[in-house]
């Protein structure tokens, strides 16, 4: 008796497809695939190395295919040249890929539904788990076609954009980021871009992106915060201090006087209502955030922040600095996704401190060579009064825009009160040309 074929695993019409593609490699044009669709690591190399190949520019065939697996080291992985020349040679004869994609995404759908199901029974106590597997599903499940727009369609919603910037009369289209500089260079926290601020440990980040929650949340904007370093309790002690003028260390040791109580009564009553809410899970994973954020979207959220990127974990990347790279890829394909601006802390190289000029540049984010190529904005927390023991640049910052994708790049200068550990506008004007 033939043995019944496993539909979880349709190992016929992947090889079926990759022999196609090997001998027509136009027909990729018609594949909504990735290389997690197919069931087998060696499927799933040799579809990776096909689409490889075709990008480069060089004629797919067998011969090409296996020299660029051979180069990446996958060579004995994906069964050498003789199996390539099998899927080519023993295939089914026929045009169109459209049949043997549907199988193909159907069964790893069905594969992942299964694996949430398993998950529900063994994992019920951890979340992260759960998490993956359903942001996995949802991403497999989105078909090409929805995001395939007519030039008509691109012009229509541009000029719908343009004539709401237009009757803004000179307000700023997104949400304001607190500082009146960064908004006009940026035109305030936009849906869909991803920005990242780096800094040097100590120079104020955490501070800095309460400021512009704060701000954002203060104009009726809902945000989020993605805390992966300290607890929601510290967070919302800063704010209070920020909101009350209070010194920080006053409020953390409990030493305060009858006015200041009164102070932070107030700010409390002006604080505990906005829209503001706090994930505070430590280090935590790519697919967690993004359940987490396409929840805010769709309670309203317009802002996400996220403190920091190198907290956050990707525990399928093969090393940590394409960790790093894939968690800011993911945050800017979130960003896109639930039409969101996502605000992003990040360290700075350490090599940073031993140079004369201490200002961290694009090339300085920690534990990533291309996070700068995913982001739409690239700031710099500078403060020279903690890189230069003998600085006089006492109580001022430097916001420094490395990148600018939609607008011009430069420095502004900011305040920082050190007792309630927050940023404001400079009351001076504070644009310096790069």
Not at 288 to 313: H, N
Request: net charge neutral.
């Amino acid at each position: 008796m033939a043995k019944k074929p496993n539909p979880l695993i349709p190992i016929d019409a992947e090889q079926a497809l990759l022999g196609l593609v090997l001998l027509a490699p136009e027909e990729l044009d018609n594949c909504d695939l990735r290389p997690e669709h197919f069931s087998t690591v060696q499927h799933q190399r040799i579809y990776h190395w096909v689409q490889q190949v075709r990008m480069s520019g060089v004629p797919v065939d067998v011969i090409t295919v296996a020299e660029a697996a051979e180069r990446g080291g996958d060579l004995l992985l994906i069964g050498g040249l003789s199996y390539l020349h099998e899927l080519a040679t023993s295939g089914p004869v026929r045009k169109g890929v459209s049949g043997w994609v549907r199988i193909i995404r159907d069964a790893a759908k069905s594969r992942l539904a299964v694996d949430i199901a398993t998950k529900l029974q063994v994992d019920i106590q951890e979340p992260d788990a759960i998490a993956a597997a359903i942001t996995a599903l949802m991403g497999l499940d989105r078909d090409q076609e929805a995001w395939e727009l007519s030039i008509r369609d691109g012009l229509t919603a541009a000029y719908r954009d343009l004539e709401a910037a237009y009757n803004l009369q000179g307000k700023i289209p997104g949400v304001t980021t607190g500082f009146r500089k960064l908004d006009a260079a940026t035109g305030g926290w936009l849906p869909g871009d991803l920005t990242i601020i780096q800094a040097r440990p100590a120079m104020g980040k955490t501070a800095l992106m309460l400021a512009m929650a704060k701000a954002a949340a203060d104009s009726g904007a809902p945000i989020g915060i993605i805390s992966g370093e300290q607890p929601a309790a510290q967070l919302s002690a800063r704010l209070l201090s920020m909101g009350s003028g209070v010194a920080l260390h006053s409020i953390r040791a409990g030493q305060l006087d009858d006015d200041e109580w009164r102070r932070i009564t107030s700010s409390m009553r002006r604080t505990v209502d906005l829209p503001v809410r706090i994930y505070d899970r430590s280090a935590p994973s790519l697919e967690t955030v993004a359940s987490q954020v396409r929840k805010w979207a769709r309670s309203g959220a317009r802002v996400v922040f996220v403190d920091y990127l190198q907290r956050m974990t990707y525990p399928q990347a093969p090393n940590r600095r394409e960790e790093v790279s894939a968690i800011a890829r993911g945050l800017k394909t979130l960003a896109r996704d639930t039409d969101l601006a996502v605000v992003a802390l990040a360290q700075s190289v350490r090599d940073v401190d031993t140079r004369n000029n201490k200002r961290p540049t694009l090339a300085d984010i920690a534990e990533s060579s291309d996070c700068e190529r995913e982001a739409d904005h690239v700031l710099s927390l500078y403060r020279d009064e903690i890189a230069e023991r003998d600085s006089r640049d006492t109580g001022t910052a430097e916001l420094i825009m490395l990148k600018n994708r939609h607008g011009d790049t430069g420095v502004m200068r900011i305040a920082f009160n050190a007792a309630h550990v927050r940023f404001a506008d400079l009351a001076w004007p504070n644009h310096l040309p790069v």
